[in-house]
Structure formats: C-alpha cells, structure tokens
C-alpha cells in the first residue's frame, strides 16, 4: 500500500495579527480617535494641530549626528517621538522646551519606555554645542542638518521659518503628525501623548485577542 501524502496542518495566523498589531496599531487608532473624537469621553480633543496629511521625515531630509556622521534612523520608528525643531542656537527659550519634553516623557509613567526625544538644529552649529546638548539631555537625539536639508525641512513642514521653534509629534510609522505653537503649555503635549498612548495599547490588545 502507497503512503498517503501528509497534509499539512492549518498555520496559525496568531504571529502575523500579532506584528500588525505590535506596527500599525498605534498609527491606526491616534488617527481613529483624532479624527473621531466622538468616541472619546466629553471634552477629550485633541490640544495640537493636527498636520494632515502627515509629513515622513524621509532619507531626503539631511540629517546628521554630532559627530559628522549619517543620523542612525532606526530610532525615529516603532516608538511615538516628541520632536523639538529649533535654528542654529539653542537660546533660553529652545533649553526650556527641551526640559519641558523631558518632563512629559517622564510624567507618561511606564509608558514613557514607548516615547524618545529629539532635536533637530536647522542652521550651522559647533559641533561641540550639539554634543553638550545630547549630554545635557541624556537619551535625547541630537541632529543636525545642512542648507539643503533645512531648506527640504521647512519645505516639508510648509510654514517656512515660522515652522522653528515647535514641538512635533512623530509616528511610530516615521511621520510627524501633529505640532504644537512655541507658546504652547506643555500639558497639553503630555495630554495628547497620554490618548496616543491609551488608545495604542487598547489596539494592540483588541488586535491580540483571541489569537493567543
């Protein structure tokens, strides 16, 4: 009597749901809650600008590190970034939004694991400067552009010179997707990031349920 083939058995498609989940999640659900904000409970909006469509920070954006080499960019996706873009100096007013970012990095709790920091210095600047900065400011990224890539920035950001001195929302997907005036209280970036981060976790969980 001939073997019979053997069938395979039916693949499980629990690591497949699990990496849209662990990827797409925190994307799909800011923009499902910002852009229906019924679903909230009353008086939950958001408290910054909305960039629609989003801007990727793309490869054609020159970015640099203090030392002179490439920015490594493995670490502007697959977290949500509080993103600071500020001219050649960083004055008094540049240093007070950096240690506000810090602050609402902190205040997020356990999830601040999940939120970098980074400056992006738009003008010609000491080399020596960036690097005080990203040591005064352990954990945050430091980049530097050059004129071109200042001029592709400020394109991107289409705001021009006023488009400095802001605090930006980046994506988890490499998007910046929401912005914030330079006189903006910090609260209300810790505010937003609190919903980014409750409604990202509620996906991932819903995505992962019943494919345990």
Not at 64 to 89: C, H, I
Not at 145 to 161: I, V
Request: charged share 25%; net charge neutral.
């Amino acid at each position: 009597m001939s073997d019979s083939p053997v069938k395979p058995g039916k693949r499980s498609l629990a690591p497949l749901w699990t990496m849209v989940a662990v990827f797409a999640a925190p994307v799909i659900a800011a923009w499902f809650f910002y852009l229906n904000p019924e679903y909230l409970p009353a008086g939950r909006t958001n408290k910054g600008e909305l960039i629609s469509p989003v801007l990727p920070l793309t490869s054609d954006v020159a970015l640099f590190s203090p030392d002179g080499s490439e920015l490594d960019r493995s670490g502007l996706t697959g977290k949500w970034t509080l993103v600071y873009v500020a001219g050649g100096e960083c004055t008094d007013a540049c240093l007070d939004r950096l240690i506000a970012i810090r602050q609402v990095r902190l205040a997020l709790g356990e999830s601040r694991l999940g939120v970098g920091r980074m400056l992006i210095l738009t003008d010609p600047v000491a080399a020596d400067l960036a690097s005080s900065l990203e040591h005064k400011f352990d954990g945050m990224q430091v980049a530097l552009t050059d004129a071109s890539g200042r001029e592709r920035l400020l394109d991107l950001l289409g705001e021009g010179a006023a488009a400095l001195d802001r605090i930006y929302i980046l994506d988890p997907m490499g998007n910046l997707m929401m912005r914030y005036g330079p006189a903006a209280p910090a609260k209300d970036t810790l505010k937003d990031m609190e919903r980014l981060l409750k409604a990202s976790k509620n996906w991932i969980k819903g995505a992962q349920y019943g494919h345990e």
